[in-house]
Nanobody, 123 residues
Framework: VVQLVESGGGSVQAGGSLTLSCVAS????????MGWFRQAPSKRREGVAA????????IYADSVKGRFTISQDNANNTVYLQIDNLKPDDTATYYC????????????????WGQGTQVTVSS
């Protein structure tokens, strides 16, 4: 089991930037896919980015390409999500998730989840 703890959310004005962090602990396995998801009120949860702890190779949802950057610090078991040029539509609870994998990452079917961190963007 992988435990995940997110941090870094907050209230930001449109146009600003924010970096979310996710620290993984527990049985980390040899390789994982680490993903970021978001869910706005009354909307479906959306996968926005993922990265392989062994291969890197970040992937992004089309809706966030160019503004979101996923990165990692494997020495500290931490994954980051930098969000630039924030928009009110980015307002959501952001979740970190993981699954064991040696292969390319995907943006669905993650068994391990954090509690989420709230991002609120005002216009």
């Amino acid at each position: 089991v992988v435990q995940l703890v997110e941090s870094g959310g907050g209230s930001v004005q449109a146009g600003g930037s924010l970096t979310l962090s996710c620290v993984a602990s527990g049985d980390l396995g040899d390789s994982r896919c680490m993903g970021w998801f978001r869910q706005a009120p009354s909307k479906r949860r959306e996968g926005v980015a993922a990265i392989s702890t062994s291969k890197g190779r970040p992937i992004y949802a089309d809706s966030v390409k160019g503004r979101f950057t996923i990165s990692q610090d494997n020495a500290n078991n931490t994954v980051y999500l930098q969000i630039d040029n924030l928009k009110p539509d980015d307002t959501a609870t952001y979740y970190c998730a993981a699954y064991y994998s040696m292969g390319p990452c995907r943006l669905n079917l993650y068994p391990f989840w954090g509690q989420g961190t709230q991002v609120t963007v005002s216009s």
